[in-house]
C-alpha cells in the first residue's frame, strides 16, 4: 500500500489529490494539529484502519521436563 501524508501549514479549501489515487476508492482522515494533544478523542477514528488479518495456527506450546 503506498500512502500520502501532506501537512498543510494554511489549509486550503480545495486539497489536490495525488494522480495514482485519482479515481479509486480512497479514505481521507482530517486531523487538526494546532489543538492540545490531551483533548484528541480517538474514538472518532474508530473503524478508520481496517481489521488485521487473522493468523495462522501456531501450533501447540511446548512443554519442557523440569530438571
Known amino acids: 500500500m503506498n ?3 501532506s501537512i498543510y501549514k494554511n489549509a ?3 486539497i489536490p489529490v495525488p494522480r495514482e489515487f485519482q ?3 480512497i479514505e481521507v482522515i482530517f486531523l487538526p494539529l494546532d ?3 490531551n483533548s484528541i478523542d480517538i474514538s ?3 473503524g478508520a484502519i481496517p ?7 501456531q501450533g501447540e506450546l511446548q512443554t519442557r521436563e523440569n530438571f
Open 3 to 5: 500512502a500520502v501524508k
Open 12 to 14: 486550503p479549501s480545495s
Open 35 to 37: 489543538e492540545e494533544k
Open 51 to 57: 481489521d488485521f488479518p487473522e493468523r495462522a495456527p
Open 44 to 46: 472518532k477514528f474508530f
Open 23 to 25: 479515481k479509486k476508492n
